[in-house]
T-cell receptor, first 111, second 116 residues
Framework: DQQVKQNSPSLSVQEGRISILNCDYT??????FLWYKKYPAEGPTFLIS?????DKNEDGRFTVFLNKSAKHLSLHIVPSQPGDSAVYFC??????????FGAGTTVTVRA | DAGVIQSPRHEVTEMGQEVTLRCKPI?????LFWYRQTMMRGLELLIY????????DSGMPEDRFSAKMPNASFSTLKIQPSEPRDSAVYFC??????????????FGPGTRLTVL
C-alpha cells in the first residue's frame, strides 16, 4: 500500500527554467516531509524538509510547498541546472522515525 | 568526515547461498536503518535499530532475512538462503534524532545484490 505517491515518473526541463515535482500522500498522520536526491550508483542525499506546521520552506534554489488539506506537496527548483539531473524522492514521517518513500521522479535538465 | 559505509558495493551469488551485507553508520548516530530498493516496490524500510537494539522489523520480507547490530559502529543484513527475487539494491542509513523523531537520514552508497 503506497502511502506516498509521485505520479510523474519523469520530468524534462530546460536549463534555467523551473522544475516542479509533485507528491501526494494518503496517511493523515504524516507530519514531516522530506525530499531526497539520488544520482546513479549513489545513495539518496537529503535535500530539504518541511514540518506540517509550515506551508513553505525555502533553501536557495529549492522550495518545498505543503498543502495539508489536499495532502499534497511540491518541490520547486529555480533555476534548474544540469547538475540537478537526478532522481528525486519524496518521503514522509509520522513521528515514528520511519520514512515512507515515493517511487521517485527522474529529472532531466536539458542544456 | 566519512559518511555511511557499506560493503560490498556489488555482490553476485547463486541461489541458495548465504549473503551478508555490512554497514558502518556515521559515528555518533543512534539510529540505523536498512532499506531495499527494487523497481516494483521502490525504497522500502526493512528494519531499524536504536542504540543497537532492533525496534521495528516489520518490513523484513521473511525469515530468510536477519539483521544484527553488535555495536554502535557495525551492522549486518544476512539473507540465508538467497533467492533470485532478493536481487535489489540494499541501502543502509543512519541518523541522530537527539530527542526528536524528525530528522534527515544519511544513506550509504548501497550494495547491489544479484542472485542468479
Amino acid at each position: 500500500d503506497q502511502q506516498v505517491k509521485q505520479n510523474s515518473p519523469s520530468l524534462s526541463v530546460q536549463e534555467g527554467r523551473i522544475s516542479i515535482l509533485n507528491c501526494d500522500y494518503t496517511n493523515s498522520m504524516f507530519d514531516y516531509f522530506l525530499w531526497y536526491k539520488k544520482y546513479p550508483a549513489e545513495g539518496p542525499t537529503f535535500l530539504i524538509s518541511i514540518s506540517s506546521i509550515k506551508d513553505k520552506n525555502e533553501d536557495g534554489r529549492f522550495t518545498v510547498f505543503l498543502n495539508k488539506s489536499a495532502k499534497h506537496l511540491s518541490l520547486h527548483i529555480v533555476p534548474s541546472q544540469p547538475g540537478d539531473s537526478a532522481v528525486y524522492f519524496c518521503a514522509a514521517s509520522s513521528n515514528d522515525y520511519k520514512l515512507s518513500f515515493g517511487a521517485g521522479t527522474t529529472v532531466t535538465v536539458r542544456a | 568526515d566519512a559518511g555511511v559505509i557499506q560493503s560490498p558495493r556489488h555482490e553476485v551469488t547463486e541461489m541458495g547461498q548465504e549473503v551478508t551485507l555490512r554497514c558502518k553508520p556515521i559515528s555518533g548516530h543512534d539510529y540505523l536503518f536498512w532499506y531495499r530498493q527494487t523497481m516494483m516496490r521502490g525504497l522500502e524500510l526493512l528494519i531499524y535499530f536504536n542504540n543497537n537494539v532492533p525496534i521495528d522489523d516489520s518490513g523484513m520480507p521473511e525469515d530468510r532475512f536477519s539483521a544484527k547490530m553488535p555495536n554502535a559502529s557495525f551492522s549486518t543484513l544476512k539473507i540465508q538462503p538467497s533467492e533470485p527475487r532478493d536481487s535489489a539494491v540494499y541501502f543502509c542509513a543512519s541518523s541522530f534524532f537527539g530527542g526528536s523523531s524528525y530528522n534527515e537520514q544519511f544513506f550509504g552508497p548501497g550494495t547491489r545484490l544479484t542472485v542468479l
